[in-house]
């Protein structure tokens, strides 16, 4: 093992990964941890389809992360019963969701992560440490000199020290460790000046988090769960701001607010190829089970399999009762255990109370996937966190930058540090402090060097959803591409500063250092500005 990496990556989700291929490919010695016992954060143990833009096919996220979409693709038509229809079609979509034109089962992403990976283990170059969680952080004035990760599951405690310090942890942990300035929770209307920000800054008003599951349906069999024990809770659950039970198929649309009914068909009879996966056009949730499907069984040889798989993350399942973050440990355990308790709930419900298109109540046949999530009661392994402390950068992304209604449709802040680009909308699930969804539409937007660059702190850099956004453009910056193009510049930037012997905030400040290092991202296949399209 690596006692004194050039670089050390805590966190092991999209970014960390992303962070750790870029560092090790320039030729950096990496120390990658992880708090679970998989890397891919959002992806995997969390679970959750990525969210893309619809043109990713084509363009809008960078060569490494196409990579890793065509890793996935590539390991269906390996070793996956494809009809030949299906494993021909460059833009496989295995589990024929809406939500994404790549959805795909937890293990087969960790699968293309680990590939991806793996050359650098055996090249000695990257030590990847699983189970391990950040614990204590040694600063010396401005500049992080170690950090101690707890071993979660062989007990002790090891202590890293690394030129560079990257915080890819799923909450931001390390800045507050380390004592880096940080945002938390909800800016006021006055700091920004945002149309949609509240009045009052508000540190404990999150989004909520949502422990996703996995389910097959398999009529006529009785997979019923245990009753759970917060059952009686959630099924009388009625938010101020909910148009009825939380446990119920009738939920505001995130982009109107009005009442609209869910549908839930299990194993639809449509045809997979059919299924088109772009939210600009339709935001494709009305159909709760085809929404997040990650295998369709009808993309493979009859016979294959007696069931779809799909994943629950809904309306029904996100919890915003207390925040995860900012209040404490207790409240966080507490936040954990009642967020499991809710999705095991909604479970029970689907099973036994849910309404049936044939008159009928409750869906006995739906099987939890403990096989598929890794986990003894299927739920994943850790909850889906949308909202992380995000540093006090040199550059903070407003509503300013991104909002249809302020920039109209092709507008958006053309940034002179870009460094990447994203696009998706200002999606925001509803909150601790009691707000309702906010979801409006944003433009295809840059990710400024500037964002990446702590005001004070020298070798620690932000490499997932901790960067200088708001909690309003966090919305739209927490996505899958756009986690692993922040990890991939994070880690680039690393090695860069290494190589050159200068600090980030020169590369950023600086306009021939920055242009060396845009140049150096291009041609690693970083995607730095938009070709004109339209926000929505």
């Given at each position: 093992m690596i006692s004194q990496p050039d670089i050390l990556v805590v966190g092991g989700g999209l970014g960390g990964v992303a962070a750790a291929l870029a560092a090790c490919r320039a030729g950096r010695t990496v120390v990658l941890t992880e708090e679970t016992d998989w890397i891919g954060g959002q992806l995997t143990s969390q679970a959750v389809p990525p969210d893309e833009h619809p043109w990713v096919e084509?363009?809008?996220?960078?060569?490494?992360?196409?990579?890793?979409?065509?890793?996935?693709?590539?390991?269906?038509?390996?070793?996956?019963?494809?009809?030949?229809?299906?494993?021909?079609?460059?833009?496989?979509?295995?589990?024929?969701?809406?939500?994404?034109?790549?959805?795909?089962?937890?293990?087969?992403?960790?699968?293309?992560?680990?590939?991806l990976l793996a050359p650098h283990r055996s090249a000695g170059r990257l030590t990847l440490l699983t189970e391990h969680r950040p614990v204590a952080?040694?600063?010396?004035?401005?500049?992080?000199?170690?950090?101690?990760?707890?071993?979660?599951?062989?007990?002790?405690?090891?202590?890293?020290?690394?030129?560079?310090?990257?915080?890819?942890?799923?909450?931001?942990?390390?800045?507050?460790?380390?004592?880096?300035?940080?945002?938390?929770?909800?800016?006021?209307?006055?700091?920004?000046?945002?149309?949609?920000?509240?009045?009052?800054?508000?540190?404990?008003?999150?989004?909520?988090?949502?422990?996703?599951?996995?389910?097959?349906?398999?009529e006529g069999e009785d997979h019923t769960i245990e009753r759970p024990a917060d059952y009686d809770f959630w099924r009388a659950y009625t938010p101020d701001f909910w148009p009825g039970p939380l446990l119920g198929f009738l939920a505001p649309d995130p982009r109107s607010l009005e009442a609209v009914a869910r549908t839930f068909v299990p194993n639809p009879d449509i045809d997979p190829l059919a299924v088109s996966a772009d939210q600009s056009a339709d935001a494709g949730d009305k159909e709760l089970f085809g929404f997040r499907r990650i295998l369709a069984r009808k993309l493979h040889r009859d016979g294959a399999f007696d069931s779809d798989i799909t994943l629950v993350n809904w309306p029904l399942n996100d919890y915003w009762l207390k925040p995860l973050i900012g209040a404490g440990e207790q409240t966080a355990a507490e936040a954990v255990r009642e967020a499991r308790e809710?999705?095991?709930?909604?479970?029970?419900?689907?099973?036994?109370?849910?309404?049936?298109?044939?008159?009928?109540?409750?869906?006995?046949?739906?099987?939890?996937?403990?096989?598929?999530?890794?986990?003894?009661?299927?739920?994943?392994k850790a909850p889906y966190v949308r909202e992380s402390r995000r540093i006090k950068a040199v550059t903070t992304v407003t509503e300013h930058d991104v909002a249809i209604d302020l920039v109209g449709p092709t507008g958006g802040t053309r940034h002179r540090d870009s460094v990447g680009v994203g696009s998706y909308r200002i999606d925001l699930h509803p909150s601790t402090g009691g707000d309702n969804y906010i979801d409006i539409g944003s433009v295809p937007f840059?990710?400024?060097?500037?964002?990446?660059?702590?005001?004070?702190?020298?070798?620690?850099?932000?490499?997932?959803?901790n960067i200088g956004t708001t909690h309003i453009t966090n919305g739209c910056y927490?996505?899958?591409?756009?986690?692993?193009?922040?990890?991939?510049?994070?880690?680039?930037?690393?090695?860069?500063?290494?190589?050159?012997?200068?600090?980030?905030?020169?590369?950023?400040?600086?306009?021939?250092?920055?242009?060396?290092?845009?140049?150096?991202?291009?041609?690693a296949g970083v995607e730095r500005h938009w070709p004109r399209v339209r926000g929505y």
């Open positions: 084509q363009f809008g996220v960078t060569a490494s992360y196409r990579a890793l979409r065509a890793a996935i693709r590539g390991y269906y038509r390996d070793w996956y019963p494809l009809r030949a229809e299906a494993a021909a079609l460059p833009a496989l979509n295995p589990g024929a969701g809406r939500v994404s034109k790549l959805c795909a089962e937890p293990r087969v992403a960790l699968a293309a992560l680990e590939a952080a040694e600063t010396d004035g401005d500049t992080v000199r170690s950090v101690t990760l707890e071993d979660l599951r062989g007990g002790g405690r090891r202590t890293f020290t690394a030129s560079y310090v990257l915080d890819a942890t799923e909450t931001g942990e390390l800045l507050e460790l380390a004592g880096v300035e940080y945002a938390l929770g909800a800016e006021s209307r006055a700091e920004f000046g945002e149309p949609h920000a509240p009045e009052q800054a508000d540190p404990l008003n999150q989004q909520g988090i949502t422990f996703c599951f996995a389910l097959s349906h398999h809710l999705s095991l709930s909604v479970l029970y419900w689907l099973q036994t109370e849910a309404p049936r298109p044939d008159g009928g109540t409750g869906f006995p046949g739906l099987r939890p996937r403990p096989d598929v999530m890794g986990t003894e009661d299927g739920l994943a840059e990710i400024p060097l500037g964002a990446l660059i702590p005001r004070r702190t020298r070798n620690l850099l932000p490499a997932a959803k927490r996505l899958h591409p756009v986690e692993w193009n922040i990890g991939e510049v994070a880690g680039a930037l690393a090695a860069h500063c290494l190589d050159e012997g200068v600090e980030p905030y020169e590369v950023q400040a600086e306009e021939k250092r920055f242009d060396t290092f845009a140049a150096l991202l291009e041609r």
